[in-house]
């Protein structure tokens, strides 16, 4: 079954209340950090704060960890304290991945394990990004890519212009979108413009995410509309399929409001009220 994941609030793992954070949010995933926020002295204390958390959270709700990179020691340790404490059973992150043995060895741990959690990559490096080919095509067990551009412009530049960034987003959303993954967009930094932050989603929405990481709780309630189905695309998804359903349709082709639609347009409008699904079911979730 698919997932909704349209924001995804980032918290450290070692952060004070955080069972009570969880369960108050209303983001679609929340997403604990071991890696960049947690210091290496403190990492096995984090991993540990994990442990406190009551164990209906990891059921109830849509919960994720970014462990260390699979490329460092911590990355190791995480995995095998996660999988021996029976810890994450729906998304897994994993941060600055730059090949498929990365993933793939992931996939062989869990396959041993009998574990069937959701992988999350995050291209944030120069190198993971001209190997995404690569990464996605040999990694069965990936769900989607997140967009890390803070790393990324650490390589290049912390003045990364606008369109660069935006050849990136393209870039990957290309690559994720052609084999049916799931793209996430990096998160916005600036905590108080939200003209800013609604720039970022929209582009990233025209571009095929599906979603956007958030550093801060104000920012949820915007990602998780924008990143909604409008009340006018639904009312024209649905005009689209009625229309192509029509038994009086000579061909495979209708029009709507004089623009012309087909199969193709089908596709998108059913992706939407597929979208518009999960949210009514996470809405009435919510209400009971």
């Known amino acids: 079954m698919d997932m909704l994941a349209r924001s995804w609030l980032c918290i450290p793992a070692l952060k004070e209340g955080l069972e009570e954070k969880i369960i108050k949010t209303s983001a679609d995933i929340v997403l604990l950090d071991l890696e960049d926020s947690i210091p290496v002295n403190k990492k096995q204390v984090a991993r540990e704060k994990l442990l406190t958390l009551n164990h209906l959270i990891w059921s109830k709700y849509d919960v994720a960890v970014r462990v260390n990179a699979l490329s460092r020691p911590e990355g190791f340790r995480d995995l095998v304290f996660l999988m021996d404490n029976n810890i994450v059973r729906k998304c897994l992150v994993i941060p600055k991945v730059e090949s498929p043995g990365e993933l793939r060895m992931l996939g062989e741990l869990q396959s041993v394990t009998g ?50 960034l935006m050849q990136i987003k393209c870039e990957m959303a290309l690559a994720a979108l052609s084999i049916g993954l799931k793209v996430i967009d990096t998160p916005c930094f600036n905590l108080t413009c939200g003209k800013l932050l609604r720039e970022e989603i929209e582009a990233a929405k025209a571009l095929g995410y599906t979603g956007k990481i958030a550093v801060h709780p104000s920012q949820i309630s915007m990602i998780n509309r924008l990143f909604s189905p409008t009340q006018a695309e639904l009312e024209k998804a649905k005009a689209i399929i009625a229309s192509l359903a029509s038994p009086d349709l000579p061909t495979a082709i209708a029009s709507i409001d004089g623009e012309m639609v087909g199969p193709p347009f089908e596709v998108l409008a059913r992706k939407l009220l597929a979208t518009q699904e999960l949210v009514l079911n996470k809405n009435n979730k919510g209400a009971i």
């Open 115 to 164: 574990g069937c959690t959701k992988i999350f990559a995050i291209v944030e490096t120069l190198k993971g990004l001209r190997g995404i080919d690569a990464v996605i095509n040999d990694s069965a067990n990936l769900y989607g890519l997140i967009l890390g551009s803070a790393d990324l412009s650490s390589e290049i530049s912390f003045g990364l212009p606008k369109s660069a």
